[in-house]
């Protein structure tokens, strides 16, 4: 499998924790408030 370059950064990898931890974190939230986060 090839690996982007960027995707060799710390700061990718750690972005790529964040945005997985911020969907667990509203998997519980009405889908009106879940969209408004999801889409920025």
């Known amino acids: 499998m090839y ?3 960027f995707e060799k950064l710390e700061v990718w990898k750690e972005a ?3 945005s997985k931890k911020t969907y667990s974190v509203i998997e519980n939230f009405p889908d009106s408030e879940e969209f408004g986060l999801t889409n920025q």
């Open 3 to 5: 690996i982007f370059s």
């Open 16 to 18: 790529v924790k964040l």
